[in-house]
């Protein structure tokens, strides 16, 4: 890490901060940061650190921090937003938080700012997993630092048999970031987003405050953070519900031809009480193999069927759906998923079985993501599309994006997910938008590239946004990125009022999270 105390260093900083005032905010005095008392533990200018945290998973932007801080604890994070604040400098600096790194336009970016390392905290030692039992309201729930990855959550809470509700498809993103965002996969119609599963949460807001909230206490706070894009404050300790943990899963997958078909069964299967505990959608055409990052679940023999598949119709749908069980249920579960199957409509002799564990489920992701790793294919451009769609309006998406624009094109170089979720477990006093009919559709475009060619794939998500527009279908964006301020206000849309109250309140000077670009 560098260091702020070689002569050196000094020299560099003279020469290069004009430069960097000239892009953006001006520059930290760093002379000034010196004499702060976390000083050790920032690294500045050109440097590894800044060079590392100047980029992000999506690979499509690049922003370089005047300093990245490391933090001991959270009160290094509190006397860094604090001083931005103090009015010792004439412009207040921004100040962004790094999860994983996992966002893939910028998000977590602070150019000419500081950007906070969160997992420092985590080495510190400072953000442990904790799992109690509340017995007056008769539930266990995990203290978990916003550090956290959620793949450390569960293995933590799986020591005491429990485990969280709602997950996202990829385990290795932090708490903050999810719950920042909203926290969605083929859970979401069950148990909701991760947002919804939240019981109380440690806050910095943009004022330098350390603000305990839930929906009793500095409720306001509560649902401005949760979905709240880093607005507002810096999550730093998060109450999860937990419940007893499953311990193997029913995994099964079938096919259709007929969009109409396929989300029809898909809502049947959302509105079966006690039914399915996971339940998503995705898209098969010949850029897109049977199995892919996401989850190797087909032999080798199964795939060669399903290509020719995919040969006669173009375009296949797949269904996949999962049952937890454990010892206790063992011997009904496969009646009760013949049960819930009953009456679906996918293409008969096209249904794929497998038996796995509750983990390996849950992890499916990490041994494609490894694999790419070893050949040099993960850490390259993701110039991703994440919408909600109103279900009135899916089948004219199908029409006009999948059949259309997709599928004419032929662009696509990764996974395509499509699953319905409903309202009823989304509270809107929470920051994050979602359209307003009770069920709506999680359509995720998950692009890969390479570094010369993703703006073709980016070309493509602007046709898909202008075609959505143009036809009236209410979409809106799931980890948003817009490019004016009126482009903001339009997705927040009634919402956006309270929005900028909120900013007002808890950060004025608009220190947090100024990668999103939203009051710009």
């Excluded at 709602?166 to 909203?182: E, F, H, I, P, R």
């Amino acid at each position: 890490m560098a260091k702020l105390y070689s002569l050196g260093y000094l020299i560099i900083f003279v020469t290069i901060s004009p430069l960097v005032s000239i892009i953006g905010k001006p520059s930290i005095p760093y002379e000034v940061l010196f004499h702060l008392d976390i000083a050790t533990r920032l690294s500045v200018n050109i440097s590894d650190a800044t060079i590392a945290t100047s980029t992000d998973f999506g690979k499509l932007v690049q922003k370089i921090p005047a300093a990245v801080l490391y933090p001991s604890s959270i009160h290094d994070i509190i006397k860094l937003i604090n001083y931005s604040n103090n009015g010792a400098i004439s412009v207040p600096f921004g100040v962004a938080a790094r999860g994983h790194g996992h966002s893939v336009r910028g998000q977590a970016m602070s150019p000419n700012g500081v950007v906070v390392v969160m997992s420092s905290l985590k080495n510190n030692n400072n953000g442990k997993i904790r799992v109690f039992w509340e017995s007056f309201l008769g539930f266990y729930y995990a203290d978990v630092g916003g550090e956290q990855l959620w793949i450390d959550v569960l293995h933590a809470t799986l020591e005491h048999g429990l485990a969280p509700v709602s997950w996202t498809d990829y385990l290795y993103l932090s708490v903050g970031g999810t719950l920042s965002n909203a926290g969605i996969s083929g859970q979401t119609f069950k148990y909701g987003p991760q947002i919804s599963n939240v019981l109380e949460m440690d806050v910095i807001t943009g004022k330098g405050q350390l603000v305990t909230c839930s929906k009793q206490t500095n409720s306001e706070l509560f649902f401005a953070v949760l979905g709240g894009l880093g607005q507002f404050g810096i999550i730093t300790r998060a109450r999860i519900v937990v419940e007893k943990a499953p311990t193997r899963v029913k995994w099964v997958r079938v096919f259709y031809s007929d969009f109409s078909k396929f989300t029809k069964d898909q809502e049947k299967l959302i509105s079966i009480n006690n039914g399915m505990d996971y339940v998503e959608g995705s898209l098969m055409m010949n850029q897109s193999p049977p199995n892919n990052w996401r989850s190797s679940f087909f032999s080798t023999s199964n795939q060669s069927k399903i290509i020719s598949l995919i040969s006669k119709y173009g375009i296949i749908y797949c269904l996949e759906m999962v049952k937890y069980y454990d010892d206790q249920c063992a011997n009904t579960v496969d009646k009760e998923l013949q049960k819930m199957m009953r009456g679906l409509n996918f293409l008969s002799g096209h249904i794929f079985k497998k038996d796995t564990t509750f983990v390996h489920f849950l992890n499916r992701v990490r041994s494609g993501e490894l694999r790419l790793q070893s050949k040099g294919m993960w850490d390259v451009p993701h110039p991703w599309l994440n919408l909600f769609v109103p279900k009135s309006s899916i089948m004219d998406f199908n029409v006009g994006v999948f059949l259309d624009i997709i599928l004419r094109q032929n662009k696509t170089t990764g996974p395509i997910l499509v699953y319905p979720t409903t309202r009823k477990k989304w509270d809107d006093r929470m920051s994050v938008v979602i359209p307003e009919e009770d069920t709506f559709y999680c359509v995720g475009l998950l692009h890969s590239s390479g570094f010369n060619d993703w703006e073709v794939l980016d070309g493509q998500n602007e046709e898909i946004i202008n075609y959505c527009e143009k036809a009236g279908l209410n979409i809106k964006q799931y980890l948003p990125h817009y490019k004016s301020k009126e482009a903001w206000m339009n997705h927040f849309g009634k919402k956006w009022k309270i929005f900028q109250q909120r900013k007002s309140q808890f950060d004025p000077k608009m220190i947090l999270s100024p990668g999103q670009k939203i009051f710009i």
